[in-house]
């Protein structure tokens, strides 16, 4: 029976001269990208949709490529090598969403919107109180997916440079924060697009290199792999055993009920994963975007279950763990053991490769996640709530309804501030986030995802008395339940693990909510449109029922 590699360690002397290379390389391409794309275009269509002339297949690619982001590379395939069966369990979740994006919002979203999640309930339900709402949700999820992307970028780095000083991941995040600024400031949606696309390229080319040599290190026997990863483990046959993580208790496994319903239904209310559709010219190319997204996204997760189970099996589960507590650093370990070991040449050329692999993967994301909330900001909240045409009350003045609103330079000069503030702001966030796990940060974000937007935006697209008050009401009925439930769970405060362990305030037992958010995000619709004193407009919904489901008027 083979045995584990020795515990390896990170790379270390003449050697990280290489890894300080590869990661330059990929910041210059993505920098050189930027600046060519963004000579093209400085008009909204441009900034915020990329001109609306990808293709199925290249949108395709861009959809997994801000999919598939650091919570999958690396703290999925972690989860799994410290918890086996529970950790492919998560990776599920993942999957099984884009089911719903197919089903109920890829073609819809397209027609009935022109940017952002808003412009598809301000089709119908033309309020601004409803787009700062809207705008102001997207901008919550936005934050906590940055903050998971970042963290993980931080863990990265440190690890390739052989350290566990706090000062190394600092510096890694303020990084990441200030290129992610500059590829939206300066290449908008275009730019951040054919980024994604060379990411997704290289995050799937790199795994299917992973998984090839891991399958040949074993010969293609994965019952071999398996018993492998159980005996290195440190819990035997428990490992490839559900509840190692989730099971100890009915108030665990709820937890991961809440986790699982949160992934499966969060999809469809990511900000940044909706306004893909809108970079494509028909709703049928968005539908095929879709279908390209999940054949991608799916054959990534079956190889990071791979690569989750070689980890343990070759790296162990006690190293693993002493590299990164959260396990957010199993596969560039991987890498080093299956190039040939610590202090190879093939060993250390592989763990930079990959590990620079991840770092584009970080760094693409976090692009799109800071282009969409700064969308959000700037044409919701700003240009629609803010600067918006106001309602027509005792005659006001036309010239004075033409000055309050904003032209396309203005709204896209605020959206590149916005990316600024936003950007900074998840710098300072991600800082006092770093021991978390980047899968769980991700999970969070996905609860509020699915709390406070997909109500929301199903009642709007499905339900013909939903109203403005109900819109409102549905929104902050689940984004405020999800913030003040993550608020006082054991995530913040009680834990050693906690962002706060010296401290204890937490009464919420899991630390995922969506298992109690999400429905009250719908049930707060249903109230909020029942006690409404005006009644929904037909002849609205009819608009958006007809161009929803033809694209007639569609832009």
Request: proline share 4%; charged share 10%; glycine share 12%.
């Amino acid at each position: 029976m083979r045995t584990a590699t020795p515990p390896p360690v990170a790379p270390a002397g003449d050697h990280h001269d290489l890894a300080i290379v590869l990661f330059a390389v990929i910041v210059l391409v993505t920098l050189g990208i930027t600046l060519w794309v963004g000579r093209r275009g400085s008009a909204a269509e441009d900034f915020y949709a990329g001109g609306r002339d990808f293709t199925p297949l290249q949108n395709g690619f861009a959809l997994s490529g801000d999919y598939l982001s650091a919570a999958s590379f690396l703290g999925v395939a972690g989860l799994i090598a410290l918890y086996g069966y529970d950790g492919v369990l998560y990776s599920i979740g993942f999957l099984v969403a884009w089911l719903v994006v197919l089903m109920l919002v890829a073609e819809l979203v397209r027609n009935a919107g022109r940017y952002t999640l808003a412009d598809v309930l301000a089709l119908r339900l033309r309020r601004r109180k409803v787009r700062a709402a809207a705008g102001g949700a997207s901008v919550v999820v936005t934050l906590l997916y940055l903050v998971a992307q970042m963290v993980g970028a931080g863990s990265l780095v440190a690890l390739l440079l052989g350290t566990s000083s706090g000062q190394a991941r600092t510096w890694t995040i303020v990084a990441v924060g200030g290129l992610m600024i500059v590829y939206v400031t300066v290449g908008g949606m275009r730019a951040t697009t054919w980024i994604q696309i060379v990411k997704a390229f290289l995050l799937i080319a790199g795994s299917v290199l992973l998984t090839v040599l891991l399958m040949v290190r074993f010969h293609g026997d994965v019952a071999e792999l398996m018993r492998q990863a159980a005996q290195h483990s440190g819990a035997g046959q428990r490992y490839l055993e559900p509840g190692l993580k989730y099971g100890a208790s009915f108030t665990s496994r709820l937890d991961f009920f809440s986790l699982g319903l949160a992934l499966v239904l969060g999809t469809a209310g990511l900000p940044h994963i909706l306004s893909r559709f809108y970079t494509v010219p028909t709703a049928r190319a968005a539908r095929r975007s879709t279908m390209w997204a999940i054949g991608l996204v799916g054959g990534f997760y079956l190889m990071a279950i791979a690569l989750g189970l070689g980890a343990t099996a070759l790296v162990g589960s006690a190293e693993v763990r002493h590299a990164n507590a959260a396990g957010n650093t199993a596969v560039p370990l991987l890498a080093l053991v299956l190039g040939g070991g610590n202090g190879s040449t093939g060993g250390v050329v592989l763990f930079a490769l990959i590990s620079a692999i991840a770092f584009a993967t970080i760094l693409a994301v976090v692009a799109g996640l800071t282009l969409a909330s700064s969308a959000a900001f700037a044409h919701d909240i700003w240009a629609g709530a803010w600067r918006g045409r106001p309602r027509r009350r005792g005659g006001v003045p036309a010239s004075r309804r033409a000055r309050r609103e904003a032209s396309e330079r203005q709204e896209v000069g605020v959206a590149r501030i916005a990316a600024v503030g936003i950007g900074t702001l998840a710098i300072a966030l991600s800082l006092f986030a770093q021991q978390l796990n980047v899968a769980f940060l991700v999970g969070l974000a996905f609860a509020v995802a699915a709390s406070a937007n997909l109500p929301v935006l199903l009642y709007t697209l499905f339900w013909r008395r939903f109203t403005a008050r109900g819109a409102v009401c549905s929104v902050y009925g689940g984004l405020i339940p999800a913030i003040l439930l993550v608020t006082f769970s054991p995530v913040v405060s009680g834990s050693k693990v906690a962002l706060f362990p010296g401290m204890d305030f937490h009464w919420f037992p899991l630390e995922n909510p969506g298992i109690i958010s999400i429905p009250l995000g719908f049930l707060a619709g249903w109230i909020g449109t029942l006690t409404s004193p005006e009644q929904a407009d037909p002849d609205r919904y009819a608009e958006l029922e007809v161009r929803s489901l033809t694209g007639a008027g569609a832009a």
